[in-house]
């Protein structure tokens, strides 16, 4: 295991990444941390700060993108949810062995790192969609996540799990919260989901549930 000394390159990427996202087309609000958390979470973390994910894990509580629909976990912050929660025995069941996840948004779906167990390239961008219930490989490295957070179409990623007056209910959740959409977006009656009732749970909660639910229809 590297000591913090060998993380901190003197050559950081966040002078950089935060000018990106000054100037990002979507908005992002960073959440503030203290400098010891960011550190605790670089060592956690075992990357260094020139890279993107040293950067964000350093210096931030995590991003808030597009009015809090997507939620990049950074270090400990009083936002609540962030990096450490998501790794080794503090992790929600199942424990993500061989993936980092790194982000969610507010329906459910996950954004992870593939570290060798969802099929995809080493460190491949990953998204757990709710509306299939799959891992699916997005072709970005952690770096290619976060421009595409900043800069991409996150309204037609996003088109058939959206509803008129999304906004509204997004901004005020808490980062580890998530809306459990009834009937669920992966049936037959839930992919309008404009229809369905909506209501804030814990975002450990979703995980788990998706889970449990991949693993029933697994065996189906």
């Known amino acids: 295991m590297r000591p913090l000394s060998e993380l901190l390159t003197g050559d950081p ?79 929600p069941a199942p424990r993500s062995e061989g993936f980092l996840v790194v982000a969610h948004d507010v329906v459910g779906g996950f954004f992870a790192l593939d570290g060798g167990a969802l099929e995809g390239q080493p460190g491949e961008a990953c998204y757990l969609a709710p509306n299939t219930l799959q891992w699916e490989g997005l072709g970005k490295q952690y770096s290619g996540l976060i421009d595409w957070m900043l800069n991409g179409d996150l309204g037609g990623f996003y088109e058939t799990l959206r509803w008129s007056g999304w906004e509204l209910e997004s ?27 909506r209501r804030a749970v814990p975002i450990r909660e979703i995980w788990s549930l998706t889970h449990d639910l991949r693993r029933q229809l697994d065996g189906v």
């Open 171 to 197: 901004a005020p959740l808490a980062s580890d919260q998530a809306l459990h959409l009834t009937p669920p977006p992966w049936t037959v009656e839930g992919r309008d989901v404009s229809k369905a009732s």
């Open 13 to 91: 990427a966040w002078p950089i990444l935060r000018d990106e996202i000054r100037a990002a087309r979507n908005e992002v609000r960073i959440v503030p941390c203290e400098r010891s958390a960011g550190e605790q979470a670089l060592s956690a973390l075992q990357v260094t700060d020139r890279s993107a994910l040293g950067a964000v894990a350093l210096n931030t509580g995590g991003l808030l993108v597009d009015r809090g629909w997507i939620r990049v976990l950074g270090a400990p912050s009083d936002s609540g949810d962030h990096l450490l929660l998501w790794l080794g025995p503090a992790a």
